[in-house]
């Protein structure tokens, strides 16, 4: 079936270092693709997203490419920040026979130390 | 918009008692999940609704667990009886239309059996 593979954590960076999470899936179609967020005590937050083959998501410095060839999503930052300290998921949406499910990854946990 | 509001924020109840969380969708929103956090399974899909109809509910991890969408603007998640091992966070969410689009999460109700 269709599933989402993230790298996994916890992965500790110092303030102002290079990010990256990285996402493979399995899909039989040609589904959506998502970074979620979760601060602390709070529900997840959509991060990014890209729709379709070679779309690039960005929002709040982050990025990551739809890369069919390899069937990966990885997340990017250049810098990271102490308020960065969360964790991400990453999901795929899919059509399930008339409905659209999404899948999530385990979630991989960031802390960024000063 | 007020965003997706759940109810209670935190149910603390002893074995055996029946727990009813409550989730109102963010208005216009035609699909509904309930989703459950542990930090041993993270994030688990137990049902969900679009157009107020139950379309997949596998995740429901045993009868003990029914949830009910009367209306577009209330969806009910309940136990009963509650067990210790159902301690964990429960998490409402909303979209509106297919797989391109983003879920919205609400705050979650963190419950504890003991």
């Known amino acids: 079936g269709n599933s989402v593979t993230q790298m996994e954590g916890p992965v500790t960076l110092s303030e102002e270092a290079f990010l990256t999470i990285n996402c493979t899936y399995t899909a039989t179609g040609y589904p959506s693709l998502f970074w979620y967020v979760q601060y602390p005590g709070e529900g997840l937050q959509l991060l990014l997203k890209?729709?379709?083959?070679?779309d690039k998501g960005s929002n709040k410095g982050f990025e990551a490419t739809y890369r069919k060839e390899t069937t990966s999503f990885h997340l990017e930052k250049g810098s990271v920040q102490v308020s960065d300290s969360a964790v991400y998921f990453c999901?795929?949406?899919?059509?399930?026979?008339?409905?659209?499910?999404?899948?999530f990854g385990p979630g991989t946990s960031l802390s960024v130390i000063p | 918009d007020a965003g997706v509001i759940q109810s209670p924020r935190h149910e603390v109840t002893e074995m055996g008692q029946e727990v009813t969380l409550r989730c109102k969708p963010i208005?216009?929103?035609?699909?509904l999940f309930w989703y459950r956090q542990t930090m041993m399974r993270g994030l688990e899909l137990l049902i969900y609704?679009?157009?107020?109809?139950?379309?997949?509910d596998s995740g429901m991890p045993e009868d003990r667990f029914s949830a009910k969408m009367p209306n577009a603007s209330f969806s009910t998640l309940k136990i009963q009886p509650s067990e210790p091992r159902d301690s964990a966070v429960y998490f409402c969410?909303?979209?509106?239309?297919?797989?391109?689009?983003?879920?919205?999460f609400g705050p979650g109700t963190r419950l504890t059996v003991t």
């Open positions: 609704f679009n157009n107020n109809v139950p379309i997949d």
């Open positions: 999901a795929l949406s899919e059509r399930k026979t008339s409905y659209d499910k999404v899948i």
């Open positions: 208005s216009g929103h035609d699909y």
């Open positions: 969410a909303s979209r509106l239309g297919t797989r391109f689009h983003e879920q919205y």
């Open positions: 890209a729709t379709k083959a070679d």
